[in-house]
Every structure is written in C-alpha cells, then in structure tokens.
C-alpha cells in the first residue's frame, strides 16, 4: 500500500454508493483466520446485506470452521494458493480459483505461501419451489438450505459477451439454479470497451477491481478506478463502467440473486 500524506483518499462514502481505494485500507485480525490480517470493505455498517472481505493471508494464515450466524461464504483467490478442505475432500485453488461453501458447513482454508483472497458472505435467503441443487427437480420442492458446494477456475469458465457485446465478457462462477441467492462473476472489458447503458436495479453490488482500470459512473458521480479498487453499489444506484489504458479490465462482481423483495428483509 502506498501511503498518501496530507490526508488525501481516492475513497468516497455516500448513501448510495462508496469507492474504497488500497491507500485508506486498515486491516484487522477477525476472529476464525490465523495469520491473516483482514481488510472489511463492505459491511452491514454500510447498509449492505453482505459482506466483502479483503484477507491476506501470510505462510501458515488459515481459516476453521463454518462461518459464525448461519452465513453462506464464497471465496476467490486473488492471489497465490490456498488449499480447501471441507466434506472429505481438498481442493488446491490457484489465482481465480474460487469455493461456495454453504451455512453450517465446516472448513479449512490454508496458504503455505502469502495469499490474498477476497470473501463474500451473507445470510442465506431460501426460496420456495427452488430445488436444492438444481432448477431442474420435478415438482415444488420447499427449499430449507442452501445450495451444496461449489469448486471451480474463472479461468477455466468459457467468458460470454455481455448483451451480445465481444467486447465485455461475463464469466459466472455460478450455476444459474434458483436454489442461489447471489451470483457471482468476472466482467472483462477490451480497452475502450463500456456497458451498453447505465444500469439501475434492486440487486445490490459488491466488486474488486482485478486488473486495468476505468471511469465508473457511481449516481452522480464519475470515478477514475485501478486493479485494487473496491466498490459498494446501494439498491436503486445508477451504475456504468467504460474501460480505459492498453490492457484489458476485469473486476470480480456480486450480486444478489433474483427473490421477492420483502424475502431479501430476512437476509438482511
């Protein structure tokens, strides 16, 4: 982190919107991660109803045990190599290897070297008729937990244009079943490249800035962002993003999945 004197921030905090920039970062340790000192982007504190979590972790830094208050977790290594262990089984995620690991379900997460991982967490939110692991079962099926775990690569995920654009391409780290409560992706932008409109919407965002850089359109306001960024987007937030510089873009995205907006009150 490069420190910035004179009290200046590329960080801004509204009630719609908050740009939060490497140079203001405080880390602390949570309780649960050994070794590792967490950065809390976005929080309930915040007005969110997830968290976004910057860890890193150092030789040794691990994580046991399922996460405390019944919350779902999803984990994308930004950088190095942690290994996974829940259920009977280990999982080696390289750079862009990412788990979903449901409520009450215990787990390790170990980096032999430095590692950073950026962590997504939140209250499950169930859904009625949603089969627990795919939208395809025969008949409603009342749903009581969440979705089972999911291991994969975002490189190893074929990227679709967005909107029909070569240009922006979208890779879901998801399966697309109603069971899920939150999608998460990849969007990456060829330099120039933009979203086709300013999008606003119900679902809430959370997003890292992967690599390149841009403006974002955040409400009223047009942000210069780089690789480190994070941004927190309130409900309702008009939202746009035009990639600039010679390289391509990619920041990592959540989301809320689709469910009845009064249900999302019991995620909160």
Same mark, same amino acid.
């Given at each position: ?8 921030t590329?960080?801004?905090? !509204?009630? !719609? ?31 969110a ?42 999982h ?8 979903y ?14 590692? !950073?991982l ?16 795919? $939208? ?8 009581t ?22 240009g ?17 992706? !990849? ?10 409109? $300013? ?35 309130a409900?309702?937030?008009p ?30």
């Amino acid at each position: 982190m490069t420190l910035t004197p004179f009290g200046h921030t590329r960080t801004r905090v !509204t009630p !719609t919107h908050a740009l939060l920039s490497p140079d203001g970062h405080v880390a602390t340790r949570l309780p649960g991660w050994e070794a590792t000192d967490t950065v809390v982007l976005i929080s309930p504190q915040l007005g969110a109803r997830f968290t976004q979590l910057l860890a890193h972790l150092g030789a040794g830094g691990a994580w046991s045990g399922a996460v405390p208050g019944g919350l779902e977790r999803f984990v994308f290594v930004v950088a190095g190599e942690v290994v996974l262990a829940l259920a009977g089984e280990t999982h080696a995620l390289p750079p862009h290897g990412y788990a979903y690991v449901p409520p009450e379900t215990p787990h390790t997460l170990r980096a032999a070297a430095p590692a !950073t991982l950026c962590v997504f967490e939140r209250r499950y939110v169930p859904l009625d008729g949603a089969s627990r692991s795919s $939208a395809l079962a025969e008949g409603p099926v009342a749903l009581t937990s969440a979705p089972e775990v999911v291991v994969g690569n975002a490189a190893e995920v074929p990227g679709e244009p967005f909107l029909g654009d070569e240009g922006v391409r979208v890779r879901k780290l998801l399966p697309e079943a109603r069971a899920f409560d939150l999608m998460v992706s !990849t969007m990456t932008f060829a330099p120039g490249s933009s979203l086709p409109y $300013a999008e606003t919407h119900v679902m809430e965002h959370g997003l890292l800035m992967l690599a390149g850089g841009g403006v974002y359109r955040l409400a009223e306001s047009w942000y210069p962002v780089a690789a480190g960024d994070a941004i927190y987007m309130a409900p309702y937030c008009p939202q746009w993003f035009g990639a600039l510089g010679k390289v391509p873009s990619t920041y990592l995205l959540y989301k809320d999945a689709p469910r009845e907006p009064f249900a999302l009150e019991a995620g909160s």
